[in-house]
Nanobody
Framework: QVQLVESGGGLVQAGGSLRLSCVAS????????VGWFRQFPGKEREFVAV????????YYTDSAKARFTISRDNAKNTVYLQMNSLKPEDTAVYYC???????????????WGQGTQVTVSS
């Protein structure tokens, strides 16, 4: 079992930055790939980025690639999503999730956090 807790969301002006954190507890966190996802009101949750268990491989959607960076510190059981040059259309609830395999895209993950709200004002 892996428990995930996101933090770092909030209200930011367009052009600003936020760093989201996903802190894990439970067994063998360093064995899991971790993804970030977001969900717009009334829409399905969508994939944003993923990082492999060892932190070597990453994968992003095209829209995230230019402005977001995913990283992890396994000594702290934490995965980060640095978001720069934020836009109002980035406003969503952001979730992290863990999966045994490194999968490019998709939302079929084993464990999920509760989400953190990101609001970008224009």
């Amino acid at each position: 079992q892996v428990q995930l807790v996101e933090s770092g969301g909030g209200l930011v002006q367009a052009g600003g930055s936020l760093r989201l954190s996903c802190v894990a507890s439970g067994q063998s966190f360093s064995s899991y790939a971790v993804g970030w996802f977001r969900q717009f009101p009334g829409k399905e949750r969508e994939f944003v980025a993923v990082i492999s268990a060892g932190g070597i491989r990453t994968y992003y959607t095209d829209s995230a690639k230019a402005r977001f960076t995913i990283s992890r510190d396994n000594a702290k059981n934490t995965v980060y999503l640095q978001m720069n040059s934020l836009k109002p259309e980035d406003t969503a609830v952001y979730y992290c999730a863990a999966h045994r395999a490194f999968v490019r895209g998709g939302t079929d993950y084993d464990y999920w956090g509760q989400g953190t709200q990101v609001t970008v004002s224009s």
